[in-house]
């Protein structure tokens, strides 16, 4: 169960293009402006970077929605837990694939309602989304994250 619980962030925490650039909980909404329920995080960076599996699990959904995530990918750990990596530029998994933990899923991207290139993240526990910095594990640090990357052994096929 402990490798299926999503546990690492979903970027590259070791680079200095990712930046961190919305919470979860309510916030403006930057199209309407009013205050909005935002059920995931923001990770902004440049198009193209990976984007990874946060825990193990099989890809159950592969999609674009135009007006919400754009490109996304869910991931079903079982559990009870299920991710949802959104706005991206393009998914590098199918629907019915098993991941590994830190294997590269996707890239970053600016698709559907997106400002600009980033990673919605979210986590989703029974059916209810929930605060992913809640779920990361704070004791992998910069080199114990590439580590677990590079052994996920990411091939990069698209």
């Not at 998994?93 to 919605?120: A, C, D, Q």
């Not at 809640?134 to 080199?143: G, H, L, S």
């Amino acid at each position: 169960m402990t490798l299926c619980v999503p546990a690492i962030p979903p970027v590259n925490i070791a680079s200095s293009r990712i930046r961190y650039s919305s919470s979860f909980g309510y916030r403006r909404d930057p199209f309407h402006g009013d205050f909005r329920m935002h059920n995931g995080i923001d990770l902004s960076g440049p198009t193209g970077e990976h984007i990874y599996a946060t825990g193990n699990g099989k890809v159950v959904e592969v999609g674009h929605d135009f007006f919400g995530y754009g490109n996304f990918v869910m991931i079903d750990h079982g559990f009870g837990y299920k991710t949802r990596y959104a706005h991206l530029k393009e998914a590098n998994v199918t629907v019915g694939r098993i991941v590994k933990r830190g294997e590269v899923i996707g890239f970053m991207g600016n698709t559907g309602r997106s400002k600009g290139p980033h990673l919605h993240y979210e986590v989703i526990f029974k059916g209810r989304t929930v605060n992913p910095l809640n779920y990361y594990n704070r004791d992998v640090d910069e080199e114990g994250f590439l580590a677990l990357i590079n052994s996920a052994g990411n091939n990069e096929q698209v």
